[in-house]
């Protein structure tokens, strides 16, 4: 994890090739292996994976936490470059927002975070292929222009989180 001035960067290099880290994002049945911290269960996935496409990921807390419901995320996907396309770099930009169950946004106090978390950001995610037959996966969140904002999106735990679940990720991956 990086933060730097344009926002927070998150990296991780995993042990497999750029076309089996993007199925990893883009299947639903391979992303509930990995969704959430460690801990965490990933109870629904869809992806309509397209531009204008529309996903909804669901994860579930541990049993007896604050965390034990099902918590929604979802946004569209507003660009797509799959590794069909460009072999060496993959890359999706995607609104990311706090829903329910059929995406309808929520604010983030209604999901126990800060109010002033930003409601919807932009989410870039690139996958490069290295030389090894590895992938260095990139997470970027632009720094929102409120400092207000982008302290809440600090203390709020999802750079913990993405790592946690990113752990997982490398897991599944590396199989």
């Known amino acids: 994890m990086d933060i730097q001035s344009e926002g927070i960067v998150i990296t991780r290099v995993l042990a497999a090739p750029i076309e089996k880290v993007w199925a990893a994002w883009t299947q639903p049945d391979l992303a509930q292996g990995w969704w959430g911290p460690q801990g965490f269960s990933a109870p629904s996935i869809k992806i309509d994976l397209h531009v204008g496409g529309k996903y909804i990921f669901a994860m579930h807390g541990p049993a007896g936490s604050e965390w034990d419901k099902d918590m929604y995320s979802a946004g569209e996907y507003l660009e797509i470059l799959s590794p069909s396309e460009n072999p060496r770099q993959a890359k999706m930009g995607v609104t990311d927002y706090f829903s329910d169950e059929q ?73």
């Open 103 to 175: 995406g309808n946004l929520l604010s983030p106090s209604e999901m126990g975070q800060d109010a002033a978390f930003p409601k919807e950001s932009i989410v870039t995610v690139t996958f490069d292929a290295l030389e090894d037959g590895k992938t260095k996966l990139t997470i970027f969140y632009p720094r929102p222009a409120s400092e207000v904002e982008f302290a809440a999106m600090m203390k709020s735990g999802m750079i913990e989180g993405w790592n946690s679940s990113l752990d997982k990720l490398a897991e599944i991956v590396a199989q």
